[in-house]
C-alpha cells in the first residue's frame, strides 16, 4: 500500500472517461462558455478503453479498490458498456460506480447493469422544473432525469444515490423537498456545498449553503439524527431520519474540509492523473503508455506521484482571502 506525504492511502480512483456533456450545469459547463464552438478533446487525445483498463489495473495494483466512472457525462462516451465489463474483470476490485445525469440511463442501464456495474450516482439538483432546468442550461426536465431513475431501479441497482449541488438563492429552497422524495422513495441524496473547482462557474463564498444550515432546515421538518461512515475515507456526513426511511448525506468540502482522509485519484480522459479534484496540474501517463512504456515503469511514476502527494487544497481555502486560481475544471475530471 502506498502512502502520501501524509500518510494517507490510494483506495478509489475516478476515471473520467470523456470530457463531453449533454448539460451546460451552470455550476460546472456554464453555457455562455461550454458554446457550440466550444473545442473539447479530440478523439485521438482521449484513452482507449483498452488504455483505460490497462492503466487502472496498474492503480489497482498499487492499492485502488473502489473505481467510479465520470466525465463530463459518461453515458455520452460511446459503447460505455464496454469499459464496464473489461473494468469489472480486474482483480481486487471491490466497487463499481457511475455517476450520471441519467439523460441516457433508459437505454443503458440494463447494459451496465449486465456487465457489471454495482452502483449509480444519480444528479439531480431540484425536483421544481424551473429550478432544475436553469440549473442544467435548459437540456433536460425532470421528469427525464427520473425516467432515468426507474430504468436504474428496474436494472437492480440498489441503492441509487441521488447528488444535489447546492446554491444560495437558486435552489437551496427546494431541498426540504428533494429530502422527503427520496425517504419516500429510498434513495440516500447526498447535498454538496457549491464548490470553487475549476475557474468558470463564478463562485462565490455567498453562493455557499453550509451543510449545518441544511441539516436545520431538513430536521425542522424531517427529524434526523446523525450516524457514523461505512468506512474509511468515505466524505459525507451521514443523517439518518429519527423515524426511520432512510438517511441524507452532506458533503462539506467548504465549510468542513475532509482533506486528512482523501484517497482519491483522478484519470483524465487524456490521460493524466490528478491527485486532488482542485488541483492545478496533473501527471502525464498517456505519453509513456503510448511510447511503449512497461507496466512497470508507469507504476512508478504513479507510485512516485501518490508518495509526493500533499495536496489539502479545502483545508488552504478556509485560509486565504481568495481561493486559488489555477484549477483544473470540474467537467475535465469529474466531481
Given at each position: 500500500m502506498i502512502q502520501d506525504q501524509f500518510k494517507r492511502p490510494l483506495r478509489d480512483l475516478r476515471i473520467s472517461v470523456t470530457d463531453r456533456c449533454n448539460f451546460r450545469c451552470t455550476y460546472c459547463m456554464p453555457a455562455e462558455i461550454f458554446g457550440e464552438g466550444y473545442k473539447f478533446l479530440p478523439?485521438?487525445?482521449?484513452?482507449?478503453f483498452e488504455e483505460i483498463e490497462r492503466l487502472t489495473r496498474i492503480i489497482v495494483r498499487a492499492g485502488a479498490v473502489k473505481l467510479r466512472l465520470t466525465g463530463g457525462e459518461p453515458l455520452v462516451r460511446q459503447d460505455i458498456e464496454t469499459l464496464v465489463a473489461m473494468l469489472a474483470e480486474i482483480d481486487g476490485v471491490e466497487d463499481l460506480a457511475?455517476?450520471?445525469?441519467?439523460?441516457?440511463?433508459?437505454?443503458?442501464?440494463q447494459a451496465l447493469k449486465d456487465a457489471g456495474l454495482q452502483r449509480v450516482t444519480i444528479s439531480l439538483d431540484s425536483l421544481d422544473e424551473d429550478v432544475f432546468q436553469r440549473m442544467n442550461g435548459r437540456r433536460s426536465s425532470v421528469q427525464k432525469v427520473l425516467d432515468g431513475?426507474?430504468?436504474?431501479?428496474?436494472?437492480?441497482?440498489?441503492p441509487i444515490k441521488i447528488n444535489t449541488v447546492v446554491q444560495r438563492g437558486v435552489n437551496d429552497h427546494t431541498v426540504v423537498d428533494l429530502a422527503r422524495f427520496c425517504k419516500d422513495h429510498g434513495y440516500i441524496v447526498r447535498f454538496i456545498e457549491y464548490m470553487d473547482v475549476g475557474t468558470m462557474n463564478g463562485w462565490r463564498m455567498d453562493d455557499v449553503v453550509p451543510a449545518d444550515e441544511l441539516v436545520a432546515r431538513i430536521d425542522a421538518e424531517l427529524p434526523l439524527?446523525?450516524?457514523?461512515k461505512n468506512y474509511r475515507g468515505e466524505v459525507a456526513r451521514r443523517y439518518r431520519f429519527r423515524n426511520g426511511g432512510g438517511e441524507i448525506g452532506l458533503i462539506t468540502s467548504v465549510t468542513r474540509p475532509f482533506c486528512g482522509a482523501c484517497t482519491r485519484l483522478r484519470l483524465s480522459p487524456e490521460g493524466q492523473i490528478f491527485t486532488c479534484?482542485?488541483?492545478?496540474?496533473?501527471t502525464d501517463l498517456r505519453a509513456p503508455l503510448r511510447s511503449g512504456a512497461s507496466d512497470e515503469e508507469l507504476e512508478q511514476i504513479l507510485r512516485g506521484t501518490w508518495h509526493a502527494r500533499n495536496d489539502r487544497y479545502s483545508e488552504e481555502r478556509s485560509e486565504l482571502t481568495e481561493p486559488r486560481t489555477e484549477k483544473v475544471q470540474m467537467y475535465h475530471i469529474g466531481g
Open positions: 478523439r485521438d487525445e482521449i484513452l482507449s457511475m455517476t450520471t445525469n441519467a439523460y441516457f440511463l433508459p437505454q443503458k442501464a431513475i426507474a430504468a436504474a431501479e428496474q436494472a437492480g441497482f440498489d439524527e446523525p450516524i457514523g479534484l482542485f488541483a492545478g496540474q496533473g
